[in-house]
């Protein structure tokens, strides 16, 4: 499977417009006709359009100058040359675009989003556009105008209705395949999702966002890299494993880097730590009764909806979907 890429650099360059041409009118027995050389065509311009497609960048690993299509030179019988065609690059919906030398931005919120990034340059004339009382047989012809061009950031913020986050190993892929079937991987190691994974919920979107650690929003671990993958989430559950000693601790740890990251990149109210949030208690089975009551009762004190679930047990699974749904229907 190709690895997930999520940001990329380009160098992009809108058409360059047609030439003006020099010609002259073919007539019986005139040793030359006036002028009759034709403007040359628009150079295509350079648009950016969303689609629902969020491997698409890996498409452009190999690739990264494109060009919209040159305008046609002039002809003769006082004929344009054509407009070039446009070029559209399609990037993933969440996409966010930045002009590396004017910082000016663009961002692909839905699908079918279409954004002008550079225009085509103008045909020249040609030279039956310079005639006149005075200069009736003019040699005059333009080139035509370069296209804008220019260096390109993208960077894709994922949108999804629930993301998946906790630390590592807390049960985020295990939790994503059973409800959506994935298929992400699992492993009992740090950081086995070193990239995002999504998959359908009864038509809701829920991405796995990889395990976020402590020094996350200043780039430790995985770093910020995926933090601001949860920026476009609609809400979170928070995954906590019962094979930390301290739970409390643990959920705290991530709450601190969420903070950290919204003050960080100046967000407010629309930060990470704003998003409603569910706390999920996860591997109830390696624990005793008592423990997952009293676990779930210091969580309760937070004043937010808290789930417990094992993967092996097949009710408390089918419990969790239904109260999922739930939220996100009401979200």
């Not at 739970?247 to 930060?271: S, V, W």
Request: glycine residues 12%; proline residues 2%; hydrophobic residues 35%.
């Amino acid at each position: 499977m190709a690895s997930f890429i999520d940001e990329i650099k380009i160098r992009a360059e809108a058409g360059k417009g047609g030439d003006g041409v020099v010609r002259w009118r073919q007539e019986k027995f005139v040793p030359k006709g006036g002028p009759a050389g034709g403007d040359g065509g628009r150079g295509g311009d350079f648009y950016i359009k969303a689609v629902r497609d969020i491997n698409i960048l890996a498409k452009y690993k190999s690739k990264k100058e494109f060009l919209a299509e040159k305008g046609g030179d002039g002809q003769g019988k006082s004929l344009h040359g054509k407009r070039g065609e446009d070029f559209f690059l399609e990037l993933p919906i969440g996409s966010v675009v930045t002009n590396i030398e004017t910082d000016q931005k663009w961002q692909l919120l839905k699908e079918g989003d279409t954004e002008l990034l550079l225009k085509g340059g103008y045909g020249g004339y040609g030279n039956e556009h310079f005639k006149s009382s005075v200069n009736t047989t003019p040699k005059e012809f333009n080139y035509g105008e370069e296209g804008e061009k220019g260096e390109f950031s993208v960077e894709l913020e994922l949108f999804a209705d629930l993301g998946l986050i906790g630390l590592p190993n807390a049960g985020k892929s295990s939790l994503l395949n059973i409800l959506t079937n994935a298929e992400a991987k699992v492993g009992d190691y740090p950081f086995t999702t070193l990239d995002p994974n999504l998959g359908d919920f009864y038509g809701y979107i829920v991405a796995d966002i990889p395990g976020v650690i402590e020094g996350a929003s200043e780039g430790k671990g995985l770093g910020v890299k995926f933090l601001r993958h949860i920026k476009r989430t609609g809400m979170l559950a928070h995954l906590v494993s019962f094979e930390n000693e301290n739970m409390m601790q643990a959920y705290n740890d991530i709450r601190n880097e969420l903070e950290k990251y919204d003050t960080k990149e100046n967000l407010g109210d629309e930060g990470l730590s704003s998003k409603k949030e569910i706390i999920i208690l996860t591997k109830t089975d390696v624990v005793d009764f008592e423990r997952v009551e009293q676990e779930k009762s210091n969580f309760t004190k937070l004043d937010k909806e808290v789930l417990v679930v094992s993967l092996f047990d097949d009710k408390a699974v089918k419990n969790l979907q239904k109260e999922l749904s739930k939220f996100l229907q009401d979200l």
